[in-house]
């Protein structure tokens, strides 16, 4: 059976068939509607698309953000503990009119602590603010952590006394040293303690498990 003749035509000829196509289509109110409908749905469908990209992306970017943060509040309050690893803060001396802290403390060692602390041991010493008619506790910066060692070593003699030795922590780690307080019970038999080292701080429970902040 042969085949019909392909009919050929020229680049015009189509190009005048797609503007009476298009222009029936344009005439049609229905099939415009339809086609600005589906044109709108696309677009829509497409912006859609790119939103949601963009919202994960922001999602994303946010939790590194916080990640980062986190990280970077973690070494400043590392670094600032650091540069107190030397420093202890001591209350309950009294004050005295035109007192040198040094010596205070110095006394305060020798009587108290039974060690020999020269001023020449502390690169820094002073009161620190408190609230109205409490006394204010010193802020001491030992020469060398061998020095602040030593006085730490000690701190059992103030059993029993008005007297406390601290660490200086930062804001951050004291918040967490009174509320680990706030949340321990300590029994009768004292298995449960809040104990200090030098440069922090950490709760022992049951005196088997550890917990550090």
């Given at each position: 059976m042969p085949f019909p003749e392909r009919v050929t035509r020229s680049s015009a000829e189509d190009d005048v068939l797609i503007k009476k196509v298009v222009e029936k289509v344009l005439g049609s109110d229905i099939l415009r509607k339809e086609l600005i409908s589906k044109i709108q749905c696309d677009i829509v469908a497409e912006y859609r698309k790119?939103?949601?990209?963009l919202t994960e992306k922001v999602v994303q970017l946010e939790a590194e953000l916080i990640a980062?943060?986190?990280?970077?509040?973690?070494?400043?309050?590392?670094?600032?503990?650091?540069?107190?690893?030397n420093n202890l803060r001591i209350f309950g001396v009294p004050e005295e009119a035109n007192e040198d802290t040094k010596v205070l403390v110095s006394k305060f060692c020798k009587d108290k602590l039974k060690l020999n602390v020269g001023p020449e041991l502390m690169d820094a010493c002073h009161r620190l603010p408190a609230k109205e008619q409490q006394q204010r506790p010193i802020i001491v910066k030992f020469h060398d952590r061998a020095t602040k060692a030593n006085v730490c070593s000690r701190k059992q003699e103030l059993r029993g006394t008005k007297f406390v030795i601290r660490e200086d922590l930062t804001r951050t780690r004291h918040f967490l040293m009174v509320e680990a307080k706030k949340s321990m019970v300590i029994d009768r038999c004292g298995q449960t303690t809040l104990c200090s080292t030098p440069g922090g701080q950490y709760v022992r429970r049951r005196q088997e498990e550890d917990y550090h902040p």
């Open positions: 790119e939103v949601q990209v980062t943060r986190s990280e970077v509040r973690k070494s400043v309050d590392d670094l600032e503990q650091c540069s107190r690893r």
